[in-house]
């Protein structure tokens, strides 16, 4: 049986293409790229709170969090005024809770181990 010289042609032209593209498109095996993701919320803020406990929690529990560099930021829908005071949505409290929880991923970040105590 003869093969028709075009599908010959075809599958040699074919080939290569086939292959080159899937160099171009296949992962690197670099493990050092990662997605940066900065999430910026409020630590009062209901909708915030339940995005992180419902939604952000999931790149935790699907391994996807060994891809991502997650960089959570205590700021959200807060300004500084002209006088340098920083005013928060839900208040003081917030503005409060805000610096306490940048402190404390400060501290995480420079690798400095800390116990939290629950107060009854």
């Not at 709170?49 to 959570?72: C, E, M, P, W, Y």
């Not at 402190?103 to 009854?120: E, V």
Request: proline share 5%; hydrophobic share 45%; glycine share 4%.
């Amino acid at each position: 049986m003869k093969v028709p010289r075009p599908l010959i042609f075809c599958f040699f032209l074919l080939v290569p293409l086939l292959l080159l593209l899937l160099l171009l498109v296949a992962p690197t095996s670099s493990s050092s790229e990662k997605v940066t993701v900065s999430l910026y919320y409020e630590a009062l803020c209901p909708y915030c709170a339940d995005f992180i406990v419902n939604h952000l929690v999931k790149i935790f529990q699907t391994g996807l969090i060994s891809s991502v560099d997650l960089r959570i930021v205590p700021w959200g829908n807060a300004w500084i005024r002209t006088d340098g005071t920083v005013v928060c949505q839900y208040g003081d409290d917030e503005c409060f809770l805000n610096t306490i929880e940048a402190c404390t991923i400060a501290l995480y970040r420079c690798g400095t181990t800390f116990q939290i105590y629950r107060l009854h």
